[in-house]
């Protein structure tokens, strides 16, 4: 037998659920090869950064860490303990070797189609000293060199089904981190839904940077869509609920908004970001859509699944925007109505169309305007939940809350629930009965298995 390894890793993940699908992902490969998780960094062994490129704010806060870390890394080095700093994500795939050349205490940049090759690289730095950057598009590669039993998982599992996109707006960085459109085929899908099912996951959550432009391999061969994928997936016994996320208006289908009046299992709820309220920064964006299309989305999915529940992505401040175009996207929202939302600052990204625009706008207006679209979107979201108060809802029951003997679940339309318990009832959907709305979460008293 191999004598088990002692070596340990710590792993930070920023920015979207697809990182965190690729950090466990990565967790399960390093556990294979003997290593064992640390929350402190001055034990690890292995130091990953799972990055996030899409705002400025979050890209640089990698830096700050690493200079942290590189002193975690000096401090080691003195007892004699070497240490391997990685950097993996769309930072890495975006910036390269430029990393090593800021922070030369980094050992490795992986990039997000390298990750299958985590192990290899590990043990190349530690052999040779080098540095190394692996910022290739190797195609799927990945998924199939990286596929392994999945672990005993959370009952609400991330699933990647799509990869990458084609939309180039020009505010965004992901088709050139992520790179070209790639769906997974059907029966890899199915096989990763079974053993994430049988590990303990009730909730499956159909990820891709474009995830309704998925347009995967069927059984018979020829190309199926997200509304047949998500019927395929239905067929599976044990599998509760399904949700997907991310969607571009471009890409909702009528089968689509059909399988929400038609398959139980999916959840009446839609993340489909708008980004703007006003036509022309839709078009200076490159969004491929204009706010009546939008509108008209929302339409047609209320009449298959009235009680659907809606969530948005919003820009505020991209360059050229008026002072009118942002009180459009205030009344595009008074319109439609969101259950929750997430709204940014335009932040100019390098190498990207709209970073070169003329007529940025300044900070202090972003500001402001950012202002008052979260302070109507805080108000919708409270409303919405409110909504909920006196009613009994079916909570699937995630993870143990902070207070002895409390529980957090989600209900169908994702609000997030405490409740208090007397077993352990993680893993289980029970009716609650809503007694306090706030903002961002509902409490309730358990009223049925
Ligand atoms: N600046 C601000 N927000 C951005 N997003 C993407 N790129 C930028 C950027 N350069 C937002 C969009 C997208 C979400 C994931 O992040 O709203 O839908
Ligand atoms: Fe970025 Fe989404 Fe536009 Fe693709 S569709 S370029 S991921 S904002």
Not at 157 to 177: I, M, N, R, S
């Amino acid at each position: 037998m191999q004598r088990p390894s002692t070596k340990s890793y710590f792993l930070k993940t920023f920015g979207c659920q697809m990182n965190v699908y690729d950090s466990e992902r990565m967790t399960e490969s390093l556990t294979r090869d003997g290593y064992s998780e640390t929350a402190e960094i001055a034990d690890a062994d292995l130091v990953i950064l799972n990055t996030c490129h899409i705002r400025e704010k979050a890209a640089e806060k990698v830096y700050s860490d690493l200079g942290r870390i590189r002193d975690m890394k000096d401090a080691r080095k003195r007892d004699g303990k070497d240490t391997v700093i990685a950097v993996t994500g769309c930072v890495a795939q975006a910036e390269g070797r430029e990393i090593t050349t800021r922070q030369p205490a980094v050992d490795l940049v992986i990039g997000p189609q390298s990750y299958h090759r985590l192990p290899e690289l590990i043990a190349r730095v530690g052999n040779t000293r080098e540095r190394i950057v692996e910022t290739e598009f190797p195609g799927d590669e990945k998924f199939d060199r990286m596929s392994a039993p999945r672990r005993v998982v959370s009952p609400s599992a991330f699933l990647t089904v799509q990869e990458g996109c084609d939309k180039f707006c020009t505010f965004c960085v992901v088709p050139y981190t992520r790179g070209a459109e790639f769906s997974r085929p059907l029966a890899k899908i199915e096989n990763e839904a079974r053993e994430l099912i049988a590990a303990g996951a009730r909730e499956l959550v159909l990820l891709g940077q474009n995830v309704n432009a998925y347009h995967g391999e069927g059984h018979s061969g020829r190309s199926i869509g997200l509304a047949e994928l998500i019927r395929r997936l239905a067929d599976i016994d044990g599998l509760e609920r399904i949700r997907y996320t991310t969607s571009h208006p471009r890409d909702m289908d009528d089968d689509l908004i059909a399988a929400h009046g038609e398959v139980p299992q999916l959840m009446p709820f839609l993340h489909l970001p708008i980004q703007s309220g006003s036509d022309r920064m839709l078009a200076a964006m490159n969004r491929k859509h204009k706010t009546g299309e939008y509108i008209d989305i929302i339409d047609r999915i209320r009449s298959a699944r009235p009680d659907i529940a809606l969530s948005s992505d919003f820009i505020v401040g991209f360059p050229g925007e008026t002072a009118d175009e942002a009180e459009d996207t205030l009344k595009l929202v008074a319109a439609v109505g969101f259950a929750q939302a997430y709204s940014f600052k335009y932040s100019p990204r390098p190498g990207t169309p709209a970073s070169s625009l003329g007529d940025q706008v300044p900070d202090e207006v972003k500001s402001e305007r950012l202002q008052r679209l979260q302070a109507l979107l805080e108000d919708q979201q409270t409303e919405f939940n409110q909504r909920s108060l006196g009613a009994t809802v079916p909570v699937l029951f995630e993870r143990k809350g902070r207070q002895p003997g409390e529980f957090v679940g989600r209900t169908p339309h994702l609000q997030l629930v405490h409740a208090v318990a007397d077993g352990d009832i993680v893993g289980r959907t029970m009716g609650v009965t809503v007694t306090e709305a706030r903002r961002a979460s509902l409490s309730g008293v358990i009223a049925s298995a």
